[in-house]
């Protein structure tokens, strides 16, 4: 073999297989394009939905993950930096993100609630209508009610179960697309949200920080402690969003005054 050629493992070989059946049956028909293992596509709203064909690294290569990733621009460049308009994105540069694999009955991986493909079989048809029938019942769906800013606010919560861990931050976007939408009162009542559920000094000043990009202020931001009642000794959030509503103040008094994110 001559120096520098790499040869594609046979996992590999079949992972390849298997996304050029997936992307010709089920996701080039819904208007996907590929790049590598990535098929993105944009909704009318600008939203990018992504699904990303991940391989098992090494000792783990007869395994792979279909992540799922919805984009909203101005949430992504709040936390993630601005990367420009592109279009292709990864799934790791969404700020909803899922793997088709929460979906279904699959062997956990390692222990955790995870699970996995496998690329042990020669015959990769089982695998390949297993994940056609599971990007038509859920990836679909789920990409419908994430195919604008409206219905991602509408909708975001009833899919925390699939998205963790990576729901630390909803309601702080749900401020920003707020902002975006130029709806101020939704974006303060989601960052009192946000500001409530916050437990960390550090955390909280990064709200802030990110509250006073949105032109919302939370000031002064002392540390705020959740009430708890004697009997149950269960978090009481009435107390603290009163006094938080308290705190929160607006530099606009006009919504249409406030800064829209860039698109």
């Known amino acids: 073999m001559a120096m520098g050629i790499q040869v594609k493992s046979v996992y590999a070989e079949r992972l390849d297989d298997i996304q050029r059946q997936v992307h010709a049956l089920a996701l080039k028909p819904k208007g996907f394009k590929k790049q590598g293992r990535t098929f993105c ?9 992504v699904v990303n064909f991940q391989m098992g690294g090494l000792g783990d290569n007869e395994k792979f993950w279909v992540n799922l990733g919805v984009r909203v621009s101005e949430c992504c460049e709040m936390t993630q930096g601005a990367v420009g308009e592109k279009e292709f994105y990864k799934e790791y540069e969404c700020n909803i993100r899922s793997r088709l694999n929460k979906f279904t009955s699959l062997k956990p991986y390692k222990g955790y609630a995870d699970r996995y493909f496998s690329l042990i079989r020669e015959d990769t048809s089982k695998v390949v209508d297993e994940i056609i029938m599971l990007l038509k019942n859920y990836a679909m769906p789920f990409f419908d009610d994430f195919d604008s800013r409206e219905k991602v606010l509408a909708n975001r919560e009833k899919y925390l179960s699939v998205t963790s861990p990576f729901n630390n931050n909803w309601h702080m ?21 946000a500001y409530a559920q916050s437990t960390l000094a550090a ?25 708890a009642t004697a009997a149950t000794g269960q978090r009481n959030r009435r107390p603290v969003l009163e006094a938080l509503r308290r705190l929160v103040g607006r530099k606009h008094a006009d919504p249409d005054t406030v800064p829209q994110a860039q698109r």
């Open 173 to 193: 976007e749900a401020a920003i697309i707020c902002v975006h939408l130029g709806d101020v009162a939704g974006a303060t009542e989601s960052m009192i949200m």
């Open 203 to 227: 955390h909280r000043e990064y709200l802030e920080t990110v509250a006073e990009k949105l032109g919302l202020v939370l000031s002064p931001a002392p540390p705020i402690q959740h009430a």
């Open 41 to 49: 596509r944009k909704t009318a709203d600008g939203l990018v939905q």
